[in-house]
């Protein structure tokens, strides 16, 4: 499916760096290299053999030097598009690069749009969905576990079980034509019990593609943890100290922080988004109480809750508004400032959260902060059960859908309503499959997939 435009694009991030890459693929794209690459010992881009390399320069339309640069060429069909790909590594300054690119443009190519090399590679049969959407998943990666799980979709792992999947849902089908077209063969018995035999194991393979993807997902995005508090409860402190920073302007100034401040760090492999917020208090200062606003807001869209008390102060009518806004979350409460001489009274918390983990820390002195990451790494399963993390609202439903027609189909089987019925859930489930993988798909939908990438991938 070999596209009829030439599409090129910046590969690289715009900054001061060694290399900058300008990338072309298409059926023009060797074409449009000729044009305007003049290699040093004059040979031309599309005499040299496939996966070499080329130095020389690019040059404008009179021939004046634009920079110096090295062409790498890859001939379709072995290249990431299944196109033939060239690619440019000039300089990398903003107007070197946007000089390169735009000579491109000039000579015939047209600008790529968001994730259009990887949608070519996905229409021209080089990578299926799932793997298309791994390649997002790898550029995003913030840790180890995280990098390593999008190779495995990259690598096909995924794509394997689920065309595992689909190949028991089609060994079932197949003995319910046979049921079905020869209906005098006394073969229903054995069939039946090898049909839902199928259907069990369909539905616990689809399982562990589930608990997969919930893991995927929690690695990519991470954990969603706000720090709530009032003001000068140490918030910013915390946030500054998790993530080795000075993130956080730090004052003995209540209502420093007016905004979400938000920074990555990595606790025991997975990511978590920890999120400093405004101190909640009564205020009449406007751009102050938008602050606050938000942090309430953050704090009931948050997966993980971290809820500061400072234990040099006694608990007032702001401490009993944070109460309300960790009630029935997942929270962790933090006593804070414990190098000072402890003046709060604990047994309003203690009362209230019976079941909360209440742990007493001090930035100054960085003790308890081992004791709150050791409990956060013990409550990483129960706040990823609890959260419905997948890769996308898209593959959650196409994945609930096909285990509620394999639930329907089992329970049609063990009612004994009539095997044809089953087919009919189970053919559903093999073409959401194919949604899923891509073989069955809306073009709308491939393109808001694609959409999300970044322009030169």
């Keep these: 499916m070999i596209q009829d435009e030439t599409i090129s694009a910046v590969a690289t991030v715009f900054g001061e760096a060694g290399i900058g890459i300008i ?24 005499t040299i053999k496939d996966r070499s390399i080329i130095f020389g320069h690019i ?8 920079d110096e640069v090295i062409v790498l060429l890859m001939r379709a069909p072995k290249s990431y598009t299944r196109e033939d790909v060239i690619e440019i590594q000039c300089h990398s300054g903003i107007l070197v690069l946007q000089k390169v690119l735009a000579r491109t443009l000039e000579a015939g190519a047209r600008l790529a749009e968001r994730g259009e090399f990887t949608k070519r590679a996905f229409l ?13 998943d790898i550029i995003q990666a913030r840790t180890d576990d995280a990098l390593q799980m999008a190779e495995n979709k990259l690598s ?29 063969e006394d073969i229903d018995n054995i069939v039946v019990d090898e049909i839902n035999n199928n ?18 997902k929690i690695l990519n995005s991470g954990i969603k943890t706000a720090i709530i508090g009032k003001p000068n409860v140490g918030k910013s402190s915390l946030l500054n100290l998790l993530t080795e920073t000075e993130k956080a302007i730090v004052t003995d100034i209540p209502g420093t922080t007016r905004d979400i401040i938000e920074e990555y760090v990595n606790i025991c492999g997975i990511p978590f988004k920890i999120i400093d917020t405004a101190g909640i208090h009564n205020s009449s200062d406007k751009i102050e109480n938008i602050g606050i606003t938000k942090a309430k807001e953050c704090a009931q869209e948050a997966d993980l809750i971290l809820a500061l008390f400072d234990g040099s102060r006694s608990l007032d009518s702001q401490d009993e508004e944070i109460f309300d806004l960790i009630k029935k979350r997942n929270a ?18 203690k ?23 050791e409990d956060i790494k013990t409550n990483i399963n129960q706040i990823s059960s609890e959260l419905l993390f997948i890769k996308s609202a898209r593959e959650i439903d196409i994945l609930k859908r096909v285990e509620k ?53």
């Design 351 to 373: 009362t209230q959260f019976i079941s909360t983990k209440i742990i007493n820390i001090s930035v100054k002195n960085e003790t308890g902060i081992n004791e709150l990451k």
């Design 405 to 457: 027609h394999l639930e329907e189909a089992k329970n049609t089987l063990n009612l004994n309503i009539g095997i044809d019925f089953v087919s009919i859930d189970l053919r559903a489930a093999l073409r959401l499959l194919d949604e899923l993988t891509g073989e069955i798909v809306d073009e709308d939908i491939i393109n808001e997939i694609f959409s999300k990438f970044c322009i030169g991938k």
């Design 23 to 46: 990338r072309m693929s298409g059926i023009k794209a060797i074409e449009i290299a000729d044009k305007i690459f003049k290699s040093t010992n004059g040979k031309k881009v599309s």
């Design 59 to 66: 040059v404008d339309n009179r021939n004046n030097i634009i």
């Design 332 to 349: 962790i409460i933090l006593i804070t400032k414990s190098d000072l001489p402890k003046v709060i009274n604990l047994n309003p918390i």
């Design 156 to 184: 096909g792992k995924i794509k394997d079980q689920i065309y595992d999947l689909r190949q028991h849902l089609l060994q079932s089908v197949a003995h319910i034509e046979a049921v079905i077209d020869f209906p005098e």
């Design 124 to 136: 021209n049969g080089r990578l299926d969905l799932s793997q298309a959407q791994s390649i997002l």
């Design 199 to 216: 259907i069990k194991q369909s539905i616990d393979k689809l399982n562990d593609i589930l608990e997969s993807e919930t893991k995927s």
